[in-house]
């Protein structure tokens, strides 16, 4: 009997475990993969949405099925709007591709979701439509259908798109405002007065903004990209910020030399390996930085003039040097003013005494001015200006 007890016992077990797994196997779905899933068509797709006079579309789709008995799985939904209904080159490859040989037919819209429902913007899919299109005032046309689908995408599974629909819409136009340039500004022991004072009223005197690349596609929705700045160096150290009055974005060093690192705790200042003149290159795109030395036979100017509509062309008015520390004695190329123009826009050049030479362009509030350019046209408001002699470049702060 000792043994008969042991064995049913065993046999009981193993009856119950067998069961067990049985249930796990009705219990537990399958995962798979969906190929498709439903986007409803929207209201007034037919008849048109005027999306000048209307705040928003919304739309609706059904969640796709990810497991064997339909139990929900956490998924990110993003809105895509297509020109051509090809769903190719996204707006955003576009954009990032440098040799400008990709043309976008298709952009996401607003932010991701994991809800089934969404309300976009008329005024942001009119201007979406109006980057893919490239339409302007005269060739927009006064209805336009597009396609709209469905992207989603959930943890260990290949992203999946709904059904295209159309959408008729009545677009307008309006003129696109490119994001301002992401500016960065030096600040240390050899920059302006040395005293590291990174408020904003400081620009001019403490800190002064890098310089913009001539000629530079910089990114519409970011102001992301390549910033520069030519000019003499001592030992004395520096470092970068974004933003005047904050130190929580920076450039320093990893090294205390010219090994660059970006909002890194602790970090060392920029020492150039001796005094002289060095260009500086930063890609706020990728985040690199190089510094290196330049060979240049450069022109110290005793004095720097300002004139323009601001001060009736008055050819007297002098600009203040910028770097006056005792080590950049005889070699200051930054010069400085400030321009009131809050009673309406006004414009500026720079120049030597008989107008020779004089510098000016066409580009505010950051450009180059050439010898005998055009006037610079400065928006209304009030203006710090720092300009480099060096190699004309200048930029206008608002105060």
């Known amino acids: 009997m000792k043994k008969i007890f042991p064995t049913v016992l065993l046999l009981l077990g193993s009856l119950c475990a067998f069961t067990a797994c049985e249930d796990d196997r009705d219990d537990n779905p399958t995962l798979i993969q969906p190929n498709s899933f439903l986007m409803n ?13 209307t705040d928003s579309i919304s739309l609706s789709w059904n969640r796709p099925v990810y497991t064997s008995n339909g139990s929900a799985v956490v998924t990110s939904f993003e809105v895509q709007v297509s020109a051509t209904g090809s ?13 400008g040989s990709k043309v976008a037919d298709y952009a996401t ?12 913007k008329a005024e942001e899919l009119n201007k979406t439509l109006l980057k ?4 302007d005032a005269q060739n927009i046309p006064a209805a336009y259908e597009l396609n709209l689908r469905i992207a989603a995408s959930a943890g260990g599974h290949n992203p999946v798109v709904s059904n295209v629909v159309k959408l008729k819409v009545m677009p307008y136009y309006i003129a696109l405002e490119k994001a301002p340039v992401e500016m960065w500004y030096l600040i240390g022991g050899c920059i302006g007065d040395g005293k590291w004072n990174n408020a904003l009223n400081a620009v001019g005197t403490s800190i002064y903004p890098l310089s913009v690349v001539d000629g530079y596609e910089y990114d519409e929705k970011t102001g992301k990209g390549m910033l520069t700045f030519t000019g003499y160096f001592t030992t004395d150290g520096f470092k970068l910020i974004q933003t005047p009055g904050s130190w929580d974005n920076q450039w320093g060093t990893s090294d205390g030399a010219l090994t660059g690192v970006k909002n890194a705790g602790n970090s060392k200042n920029f020492i150039v390996p001796s005094n002289g003149y060095y260009t500086l290159t930063l890609d706020t795109r990728n985040d690199q930085i190089k510094i290196e030395a330049a060979d240049l036979a450069a022109t110290v100017y005793p004095t720097m ?16 040097p910028v770097n006056t520390t005792a080590s950049m004695t005889g070699h200051n190329h930054v010069w400085t003013y400030t321009i009131d123009a809050t009673a309406g826009p006004t414009t500026a050049k720079f120049l030597q005494p008989g107008w020779a030479p004089n510098w000016g362009g066409s580009a505010f509030p950051a450009g180059y001015g050439k010898d005998g350019g055009d006037n610079i046209p400065v928006a209304q408001g009030k203006w710090v200006v720092t300009f480099n002699d060096l190699d004309g470049s200048y930029c206008f702060t608002a105060q």
């Not at 769903?87 to 040799?99: M, Q, V, Y």
């Open 41 to 53: 068509v929207p209201e007034k797709a037919e008849q048109g949405v005027d999306l000048k006079n």
């Open 87 to 99: 769903f190719t080159t996204s707006l955003a490859e576009a954009e990032a591709d440098e040799s």
């Open 109 to 120: 819209l607003g932010e991701a979701t994991t809800q089934c429902t969404i309300k976009i």
């Open 132 to 135: 893919l299109l490239k339409w």
């Open 305 to 320: 003039l300002i004139a323009g509509d601001f001060n009736g062309w008055n050819t007297e008015t002098a600009m203040k």
